[in-house]
Each structure stands twice: as structure tokens, then as C-alpha cells.
């Protein structure tokens, strides 16, 4: 029995010893996963599932493009085990159909579901009344598609723009107006928040380049063709030629078949689209040919995104596509990208989230609350507890996506913004630069260029040959003189004599002679049309008073005179004249006198009053040099008559040579 007791006891102390290890064990785990997560304090379990809502309009230019790459980008998420590790991402994808009321509606629907992150809107517009809401419920909108630079504002905190701002665009035109030498432009854009703070932001980056915004042509989203018809028309009889046109993708064609019917895309005028131009293109293949003739000689922005293995994979494989919900292929662009790196960085921020011990929990608003007889269920909507930490988790993400370099700086910007210059022509466009915010406008590659110091001086910017409307290789000027301006007022003299030089006439001008026809031989020589309107002064009878007519052009009833009109000094005084272009006539008549010449006319140059001076000067001098020398220089004495001629003469000799001792 005993024997027994001390091996009952061995067994015990064993298992004892066996227990302590395996708790030992569980707590050293933890410890690990705790020291290999970084910041974190406790670990918290994954879910298994994370609903994240994608929000836009699915019809369109953008949403067709956006929709089967978010898909995707699910797909490619949820099959990757190197992210989130096992937690799965839920999608929901509501239709805003470019209603600012339905999207309100639909955001609120979405936030029901307890979603982590939305990804959307494209409109600017409905992104600035979604993100009150996302604000209050702490839930990050990840937009791909607004580029409303206001939205980078401190009052859309939750607000997280995974495109390229507008900002940065105008910063790109006001390069392109300021390269090309023009110094005013006329901005066409929707009248909404895109539209508006969009060309607000180019007035801001124009005046930084000494140029402006003429003039701002606005127009409704969905006007029709006539009202169209009717600002292109306005527009035209202004006097600038450069138009930027700054409008939604799925209606912006409208604008240059207008253009086109009016013949303003000829010869001298230019066009400046924004990204929503080459967006539209690049999702229509092939091209068709009547569109691209009304866009002949435009130039254009594209957002610019390296051409990495990553992007040429995910190309290759865009055919294999298709959105469900839309007829065929889905049409490829920009902001496929975009759309697709959104998902990718709402994914990698919970992956880095998870780990440093966030939780994908939600709690009520005590704010929220449904009133007596209401069904809006406000009570459903809850706050995500972890919103602010996985907003900053956001904000930290550095990653390279199909877009290129992800990265937010100091005002959730994306880093490095850049931009294609192209130029339609033909069928087809080719690009003839690039512009970033790190040097302006170049012929190579923006990521070539930041290992390099940042230089956007004017004799660093480059593009390649522009063709412009028209087939015009030639810089245009950019504007002409106004059609609905006033033309110039030219008053002529109405004379009753010597009408060879200026006289009445009965054809067009209404006036000719001489003077007219200088005139406007000086006038055609000019490389714009001078519009000006012949006015007669004088009734015909008698020669007008010139003086008159000059002073009637220096009170501004006449705009310049042309005429035989004498240059006087009174008349410079208040009027400018231009070089004369025939003599007057005049001359001055002097009589000649013939003086015989005198052998004394050396005399001359002095008068007798200069003559006695210098006479007595030369006496002077020789007084002083006798009071010197009498008492030492023997030649300075004898009779006093000797030595009066010896001061003359020494006087008058010094003028011939030089005397020394």
C-alpha cells in the first residue's frame, strides 16, 4: 500500500507538472501574436464576414467601368489568403441613378447593413450629401469618382478621395493656357457642384499664371440640345477663342456636336476637355468614326496610371468582365482603377485594423431615434465603434495599386497626381505629353522625374506638336475681336476741295481717297480683322475746322481720324498721330545774305570783350613772372623800357612755345 501511495503521488506531481506547462503555454501564445501586432494591447477575434457597400450609377460612363472592377476586386480579396486571414468581404452595391434624393435614400439603406467602409459615389453632387451621414454614423467613404475639390474640406472628415482631385486638373490647364501663350479662356461646364467648384478652382489656378476666366458659360445637367445651341451661340460672339469644357461624361459629346453644326471647330478656335472626355473614349470600342470627326484637333487630360505588370494583368483578363446588369462588355477606363485599388485599400486597412486590435462593432446613436408615427426606422442606423481608428488606418495605408502609388498626404490627397495630355485627331488620339504636380509639363514619364529636384519653371515645360481644329499646326492665337462688340468709329474729313486726298463716296465704305486707301493697306497688313465704321465730319459744303475734328477724337465721339490732317504741336498735345505718310507742303523762306570774307575773321570765334580778358590775363601772367625773376635773372634788367618789353614779350611768346629756366 505504501508502494503504492508514492506512485499515486509520482502520477499526480506528473500531471501536475503536464498542467502547469500547457497553461504556461497559453499564456506565451498570446504574448507572441500581441508582440508581433505592434501597438496593440489585446487581440481581438475576427469575423468572419465584413460588409463593405458600394454606392454609384450603375448606367453610366463611370459606373459601367466601376462595377465589374469592384466585383473583382472582391473576388481577388476573398481568394487571397495573405489578407484579412479568413475574414471575408460581404459586398452590396446600391444604384444612386444620378439622383441626389434617391442617393440619400440609397446611403441611408446601406449604412442599415452595418457596413465598415462605402466605396462611391462618383457624383460630386451626392458625395457632398452622403458624407453628412457617413460623418454621423463614423463610417469611411472611400470615392473613386468625385473630384469636387471641396470635398477635401475639414467639414467631410469621413470623406476619403481615392481619385485624382480636380484641384490638380486646373492646375494641368492653367499649365497648358500659360504654355500656349493665352491669357483668357471662356470655362463651359454643368451647372452642379462638380461643375462649379470644378472651374472655380481653374479661376484660382489661372490667376496664379496672370490669365482668367473670361467668361463662365453654365447650363443645367440634362438641358437640352436647344439651350445648348443657344449658349454655344452666345459664346461664339465673345472674344476669346480657348473653351474648357468641364462637364459629366455621359452627356458631354453634345457639346461639340453643337459646335461642330455652328462651325466652331475650324481654324482658330481651341478646346480643352477635362478626364471626362478621354474617360468616354476609352470606354467605347471601337470608336466611332462621326464622333470622332466632331472632336478633331481637342486636347484633352486622362488621369495617368503606370503601365506595371500589375495593371497589364488585370487588362488582359477585362474582357472576362461583364457587368450583369448592363447590355455587353463593360466599358473600360481610369476609373476601373480607381475603383478597383478602392476595394484593395478598404481590405488592406482592415487587415492592418484587425490586427492592432480593432473591432468591427456597432453601437446605437442615442441621436437616432424615430418619432411618434414614423417609418424612416432611423433606430436601425448605428455607429461604428471603430470608425475614427479605421479612418486613420486608412490614412496610413502605402501600397502600390493598378492605379500606381496609393498614398494620402497631409490633405487626403492621393501622392503624386498626374495627368496625359492628348490630342484627338483623325481616328483615334496620341498623347503629346505628360503633366504632374513635381514638373508641370514634360515629354517623359512623371515617375522618371520625382528621384529628381521639382522644377516647374517655364524653360522646363515641353509637349510635343499639337494639331489643332482645322488641321492647324500653328499655335492659334486664341481670340479675335468680338462680333457683338462695338466697331471701331473713324471719323473722315467730308471736304468740298482737294478730294483726291479724302472725299464721300456712294459704294462701301462710304468713303475714299487717298488717305483711305493708306489706310487700309496698313489695316489689312494686321493678322486680325479690324471691324470700324467710316463716319463723315462736315457737311460737304466747306472744309471741316480741324481743329474741331481733333478735338472731338480726344472727347471719345470718334474712335481715330483719317484724313489729311497737319501734325501741329497743339494738336500732339491731346491726340496721338502716326508717322506721316506724305510732306505737307510747307516751308520756310529765309533771305540769303553773301558776306565777303576779311583776313581778320580769325577774330571772330572771340568777342572784344573775351579778347581784352585774355590780353590782360597774358599781362598779368608776365607782371608776375618779372616781379619773380628781376632780382635773380639778369635778362629781367636794365632801363625800365627793357624790361616792359621783356614782360610783353615773354607774355605773348608763351602762347607759341615753352619757356624753361
Known sequence: MDMLLIIGSDHRLRMARIQLLFIFCIICLPMEVIGKTGNASASS?????????????????????????????????????????????????????????????????????????????????????????????????????????????????YFLRTTQSDYFQMLAIADLVAY???????????????????????????????????????????????????????????????????????????????????????????????????????????????????LQGVVALRHYTPDTDMKKRFLSKWNGLKNKDTRGP??????????????????????????????????????????NGSSLHLSLLRVFDGGQQYLQTLLRMNFTGLSGQIQFDQDKNLAHPAYDVINIGGTGSRRIGYWSNHSGLSIVPPETLYGKPSNTSTSNQHLYTTIWPGENPDIPRGWVFPNNGKPLRIAVPNRASYKEFVAKDKNPPGVRGYCIDVFEAAINLLPYPVPRTYMLYGDGKRNPVY???????????????????????????????????????????????????????????????????????????????????????????????????????????????????
Open 180 to 294: 500656349f501663350g493665352w491669357r483668357e479662356v471662356i470655362a463651359i461646364f454643368v451647372d452642379d457642384d462638380y461643375g462649379r467648384n470644378g472651374i472655380s478652382a481653374l479661376g484660382d489656378a489661372l490667376a496664379k499664371k496672370r490669365c482668367k476666366i473670361s467668361y463662365k458659360a453654365a447650363f443645367t445637367p440634362g438641358a437640352p440640345k436647344s439651350a445648348i445651341n443657344d449658349l454655344l451661340v452666345g459664346v461664339n460672339l465673345m472674344e476669346s477663342r480657348v473653351y474648357v469644357v468641364h462637364v459629366n461624361p455621359d452627356s458631354g459629346l453634345q457639346i461639340f456636336a453643337v459646335a461642330h453644326s455652328l462651325g466652331m471647330m475650324s481654324k482658330g478656335y481651341v478646346w480643352i476637355a477635362t478626364d471626362w472626355l478621354p474617360s468616354l473614349l476609352d470606354s467605347v470600342d471601337p470608336l466611332d468614326i462621326d464622333t470622332m470627326n466632331l
Open 330 to 371: 463593360a466599358g473600360f477606363n481610369s476609373y476601373a482603377l480607381y475603383a478597383y485599388d478602392s476595394v484593395w485599400l478598404a481590405a488592406r486597412a482592415l487587415d492592418a485594423f484587425f490586427n492592432e486590435g480593432g473591432n468591427a462593432s456597432f453601437s446605437d446613436d442615442p441621436k437616432l431615434h424615430d418619432r
Open 547 to 661: 481743329n474741331e475734328l481733333v478735338n472731338a477724337v480726344s472727347q471719345n465721339d470718334y474712335d481715330a481720324a483719317v484724313g489729311d490732317v497737319t501734325i501741329v504741336t497743339n494738336r500732339t498735345r491731346i491726340v496721338d498721330f502716326t508717322q506721316p505718310y506724305m510732306e505737307s507742303g510747307l516751308v520756310v523762306v529765309a533771305a540769303v545774305k553773301e558776306e565777303k570774307s576779311s583776313p581778320w575773321a580769325f577774330l571772330k570765334p572771340f568777342t572784344v570783350q573775351m579778347w581784352c580778358v585774355t590780353g590782360a590775363f597774358f599781362l598779368f601772367v608776365g607782371a608776375v613772372v618779372w616781379i619773380l625773376e628781376h632780382r635773380i635773372n639778369h635778362e629781367f634788367r636794365g632801363p625800365p623800357s627793357q624790361q616792359l618789353i621783356t614782360i610783353f614779350w615773354f607774355s605773348f611768346s608763351t602762347m607759341f612755345f615753352s619757356h624753361s629756366k
Open 45 to 157: 477575434p475576427r469575423p468572419s464576414v465584413v460588409n463593405i457597400g458600394a454606392l454609384f450609377t450603375i448606367n453610366s460612363v463611370i459606373g459601367r467601368a466601376a462595377k465589374p472592377a469592384i466585383e473583382a476586386a472582391v473576388d481577388d480579396v476573398n481568394s487571397d489568403s495573405s489578407i484579412l486571414q479568413g475574414t471575408k468581404l460581404n459586398l452590396t452595391i446600391l444604384d444612386t441613378n444620378c439622383s441626389g434624393f434617391i442617393g440619400t435614400m440609397e446611403a441611408l439603406q446601406l449604412v442599415e447593413n452595418d457596413v465598415v467602409a462605402a466605396i462611391g459615389p462618383q457624383s460630386s453632387g451626392i458625395a457632398h450629401v452622403i458624407s453628412h451621414v457617413v460623418n454621423e454614423l463614423h463610417v469611411p467613404l472611400l470615392s473613386f469618382g468625385a473630384t469636387d475639390p471641396t470635398l477635401s474640406a475639414l467639414q467631410y472628415p
